[in-house]
């Protein structure tokens, strides 16, 4: 196994920061994996590096899962299980699902990283979150090297959350993920409203899964900037749930604050709106920025480092916290 040392990770984060590993090392399946674990306890687990902030160098064994392979596991005349290896590339997969008919990801097109991260957050878009077509998960504990499979009722899927991120964060690897998907009568979902008026552009009344992926990598290339060309980890900050008495109360100021009901006592607002009134949305600090097109999206014009991001971050934190009274919370893993 090759392990290189004093190794830029620039390359292995969106964001593009120049952190450096102290050592570094990519595994391609299961037993170079085991045999890592096995020989090293100070080590730092590297997926696809899309929702990372990296403020420091990484003192460790950078460990950078690239498990490939897609597999058909089982299926039926409606549905179809698919396992893909954690280091897949999520878009690509998602492509490749639509490319063989297999329908209940489209609407998760264009999302950076890597398969085996897509449960830790729930990643979501567009009405969709991985948990409606998650099935289970393999993962490997890292102190004792065996697997065990999670089913969906053990992962305590959220907005944006998992058992990954919270009781087993940092315990195990995930190596594998197997969704359930349709061979027929796709129940697509364009109720979001960018999705519709997107497909209406194209006078499409009867979407197939194609067409609303098509949709999603048109609205997402217009507002998200790419990694390959600015870096950033998507959304920076997750959308708050406020309860209904602040939100109230906020809103005889600021009547024209959007928000979405979650349940009887709670909303949610979307961060994106709060951080363009409160004046961000396309300004710029050294090389640390707000996104012009999209307020939630911190960017890295080129040589940020990560405490630079993490302090326009804390700026935006505490200007919508004394304006609205509202917390936001980062989405994005500082490091
Ligand atoms: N808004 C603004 N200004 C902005 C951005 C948004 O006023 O700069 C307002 C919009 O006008 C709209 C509302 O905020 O009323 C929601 O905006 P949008 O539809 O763009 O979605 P979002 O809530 O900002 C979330 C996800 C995105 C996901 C989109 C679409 C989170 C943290 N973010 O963003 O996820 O693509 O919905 O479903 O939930 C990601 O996680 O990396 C990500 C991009």
């Known amino acids: 196994m090759n392990i290189q040392t004093d190794f830029s990770l620039k390359t292995y984060n969106t964001f593009g920061i120049d952190a450096k590993a102290k050592q570094f090392t990519s595994v391609q399946n299961i037993e170079e994996l085991t045999t890592v674990l096995e020989h090293n306890t100070d080590i730092f687990i590297l997926g696809g590096g899309s929702n990372m902030l990296l403020t420091q160098d990484i003192d460790k064994l950078v460990v950078h899962v690239n498990l490939k392979g897609i597999s058909i596991i089982e299926e039926n005349e409606d549905s179809v299980w698919i396992k893909a290896n954690a280091g897949e590339n999520w878009h690509e997969f998602v492509l490749w699902c639509i490319d063989h008919n297999y329908g209940g990801i489209e609407n998760l097109s264009l999302i950076p990283g890597n398969v085996g991260t897509t449960p830790i957050q729930n990643i979501g878009a567009y009405g969709v979150e991985i948990k409606d077509m998650f ?11 065996k697997i065990k499979t999670f089913k969906k009722e053990d992962c305590n899927f959220g907005y944006r959350e998992s058992i990954f991120k919270n009781d087993l964060k940092d ?3 995930i190596t594998s993920v197997v969704f359930k998907l349709t061979k027929k009568n796709h129940k697509t979902n364009s109720s979001y409203g960018a999705i519709e008026t997107e497909l209406a552009n194209h006078k499409i009344t009867n979407p197939t899964i194609k067409d609303i992926s098509n949709a999603v990598i048109a ?9 390959k060309e600015l ?7 997750k959308n708050p749930i406020v309860p209904l008495e602040l939100y109230k109360k906020v809103t005889l100021k600021y009547p024209d604050m959007p928000h979405y009901v979650v349940s009887e006592t709670e909303v949610k607002v979307p961060a994106g709106w709060l951080i363009e009134q409160a004046g961000f949305k396309g300004k710029r600090f050294g090389d640390a920025g707000i996104h012009e097109k ?3 999206v911190l960017v890295n014009y080129g040589n940020a480092t990560g405490q630079e991001i993490v302090d326009v971050s804390k700026n935006i934190q505490k200007t919508i916290l004394d304006k609205y009274g509202i917390s936001i919370e980062a989405e994005v893993n500082i490091i």
Do not use: E, V
Not at 135 to 145: F, Q, R, V
Not at 219 to 227: G, T, W
Not at 232 to 237: P, Q, R, T, Y
């Open 171 to 173: 315990l195990y690897i």
């Open 294 to 296: 999209q307020a939630l």
């Open 231 to 237: 870096g950033n980890s998507g959304s920076f900050f």
């Open 219 to 227: 609205i997402r290339k217009s507002k998200l900037p790419d990694p």
């Open 135 to 145: 099935s289970s998960c393999d993962a490997i504990k890292i102190t004792d090297k």
